[in-house]
């Protein structure tokens, strides 16, 4: 099935994203250089400028404001487009300002970058390319024809040529570059932030999932001994009731509801399954649950639990039942049976200082350019043309190892991945020739700590809304 978060990820969908207080703030910014700029040139180095025209650029930007100020409210989100149309009159406005001061013989001229720098970290990559292409035409237009600077004795102000063509080089490698780094930056942000509200969003949903457990078990808890209650009370009117056919009949329905209540509890989730005695479990019984769910979907899963040679308690370790642990679990398992051809062999082993989970399937493996990608956001592992149609159920966001990744790493694991074989090679080596997903915990970090001597765990305590 199509997985419903996909649109709300999308980065095409990204709208509205840049405040109008912002750009203000930026063009006063502007302004106020500008104006200091224009002063000092004419005071201070006796510029001959075309002061009013100068002023008039200047004016249009002080009225866009003004104009934006009060026609919009102050806490408007622009579109693309509105944004786009804004750094446009930036370019224009500033483009018009170097070419009344001597076009790139005015070394602010360099400023030309800022309105593609915010239009890359903002805007789409097709709107930054636009306006990168635009603010490169306007350079090359001032560099061409502009207004020579003059000083009031008639003295002219330029540098020699191949300055000035080193000048417009640097700027447009720089236009190139600072777009597409910032636009490079921003979108791995952008994706790492998308990754990471998924995430919270799976592991708030594990969360949900085993509260709602919690509700059901503690209600089979507390309604059982009522229901035996009834029960016990129900047969021994039957007893007595067995000259009485129609109240014989009342006793057994009563009998019978008593037992349909119990299997409904049952039904709803495993009697005591939150209960605090099972708020830990061996780490044998917590990875069977993670991979319950996937256990009926035609391939084989196949446990090894066993300690290392090394330990000296051979003990299974009784782990907490954390829902970050089960949900990253079940996010690897789901990983190998989908890409599995017929078997998956999980190894649950411990040792006296660490807890490892290895997942292995006989599949296609890992590609190996994707190898020390793993785990990184909107990464879709292991698909290819010839594969497109093998993962049966949905269509991942390449999020489902980073959820697990991270929700692991969280609990304190640190995760390796590699292959049973070189992907290359003309055939497998062994069945176990698939991916290799390795899950290290120090034992410390989520095993109960079993020579310690353990109290009364006490009350069922109530579940806090």
Known sequence: MANPTLGLFDASHRVNWVRLRTLIVLRWIAVAGQLAAITVAQRLFDLNLEIGLAFLAIGAAITANLVAIFVYPENKRLSEGEVALHLVFDITQLGFLLYLTGGLHN?????????????????????????????????TFVAQYHIPLRTDLGFLMRMPT?????????????????????????????????????TQLALAREQKLTDLGGVVAAAAHELGT?????????????????????????????????????????????????????????????????AEPHEGRGITITYDIAPVEEAEDARQPVVL??????????????????YARAEVWIDISWS???????????????????????????????????????????????LGLFIAKTLLERSGAELNFANGRDPLAAAPSSARSGAIIDVVWPRHAISRDDSAPQAGLGQNRPIEA
């Open 107 to 139: 070394p602010f001229a360099l400023l030309i970058l800022v309105p593609v720098t915010v239009s890359a970290t903002a805007l789409q990559l097709r709107t930054t390319v636009l306006l990168g292409a635009y603010a490169i035409l306007m350079v």
């Open 321 to 338: 039942r954390r829902p970050e642990i089960i949900h990253g679990l079940r996010n690897l398992i789901q990983n190998a049976v989908d």
């Open 352 to 398: 006296d200082e660490a807890v490892e989970v290895r997942i292995v399937d006989d599949g296609p493996g890992f590609p190996i350019q994707l190898l020390g990608r793993i785990g990184d956001p909107f990464v879709r592992i292991r698909r290819s043309a010839t594969q497109s149609g093998q993962r049966r159920e949905y269509e991942g966001m390449g």
């Open 226 to 290: 009522p229901l035996a209650t009834i029960k016990l009370v129900s047969a021994e009117l039957m007893e007595e009731l067995e000259d009485r056919p129609d109240l014989l009949d009342d006793a057994r329905l009563v009998r019978d509801q008593a037992d349909r209540c119990r299997d409904i509890l049952r039904s709803m989730g495993r009697a005591g399954k939150d209960d605090l005695q099972l708020k830990q479990s061996p780490i044998g019984a917590l990875v069977r649950e993670a």
């Open 162 to 198: 191949d300055f000035v063509f080193g000048f417009w080089v640097a700027i447009v490698i720089g236009v190139v570059f600072l777009a597409g780094f910032a636009q490079r930056v921003t979108s791995e942000i952008h994706a790492m932030s998308d990754a990471l509200v998924a």
